[in-house]
């Protein structure tokens, strides 16, 4: 069974920092692409960020510079480092599974993890 | 960056109904067009993928269709469960991007 596990959320500072981490389960990890995607409280989903299961990296301008996706293959581990944090940063950050049939599909979802950023 | 947008923001029909939801995007996307199920306090589940393929264990019920710029979900006959908000996001071109969701409320 495929599993995604956010971890890392939190209350945090503005100009704070953050890492979440998204341990995954239940397939070969090494060989998935990977993406967060966030939403803010009562608001729609955002696509944060992606990187191909060679390592390749894709941010949104929106995202770029505060934000840095990275894995871990042999901890099976996604990582979001998130810099600068703004109020409107709050949000859910899921992380996400890209499908290989129909690739940057997200074929599987995590539950999520809470960052709000607040003084 | 291709921006998708979602037609109507809230439909309020009846279990049994036929529901019938629209994605337009700003430029040409073939068939580069997934659709995700988001119920309350629950993470998003992939729908369709390539604007017509089922995903694995998605029922018979939900179909989608469209190529281009514009494209359709449809419910043939609305259960209990199926009261949710539908996103589509577009595929075929970075970044990837959502659209603001329809919300398919009981009436």
């Known amino acids: 069974e495929v599993q995604l596990l956010e971890s890392g959320g939190g209350l945090v500072q503005p100009g704070g920092s953050l890492r979440l981490s998204c341990a995954a389960s239940?397939?070969?990890?090494?060989?998935?692409?990977m993406s967060w995607v966030r939403q803010a409280p009562g608001k729609g989903l955002e696509w944060v960020s992606a990187i191909s299961a060679s390592g390749n990296k894709y941010y949104p301008d929106s995202m770029k510079g505060r934000f840095t996706i990275s894995r871990d293959n042999s901890k099976n581990t996604l990582y979001l480092q998130v810099n600068s944090l703004r109020v409107e940063d709050t949000a859910v950050y899921y992380c996400?599974?890209?499908?290989?049939?129909?690739?940057?599909?997200?074929?599987?979802w995590g539950q999520g993890t809470l960052v709000t950023v607040s003084s | 960056e291709i921006v998708l947008t979602q037609s109507p923001a809230t439909l309020s029909l009846s279990p049994g109904e036929r529901a019938t939801l629209s994605c337009r995007a700003s430029q040409s996307i073939s068939t580069n067009l997934v659709w995700y199920q988001q119920k309350p306090g629950q993470a998003p589940r992939l729908l369709i993928y390539?604007?017509?393929n089922r995903a694995t264990g998605i029922p018979a019920r939900f179909s989608g269709s469209g190529s281009g710029t514009d494209f359709t979900l449809t419910i043939s006959s609305l259960e209990p469960e199926d009261f949710s908000v539908y996103y589509c996001?577009?595929?075929?071109?970075?970044?990837?991007?959502f659209g603001g969701g329809t919300k398919v409320e009981i009436k």
């Open positions: 996001q577009q595929r075929g071109t970075w970044p990837l991007t």
């Open positions: 996400t599974r890209l499908s290989l049939i129909a690739v940057a599909a997200m074929d599987y």
């Open positions: 390539d604007a017509s």
């Open positions: 239940g397939f070969t990890f090494s060989s998935y692409a």
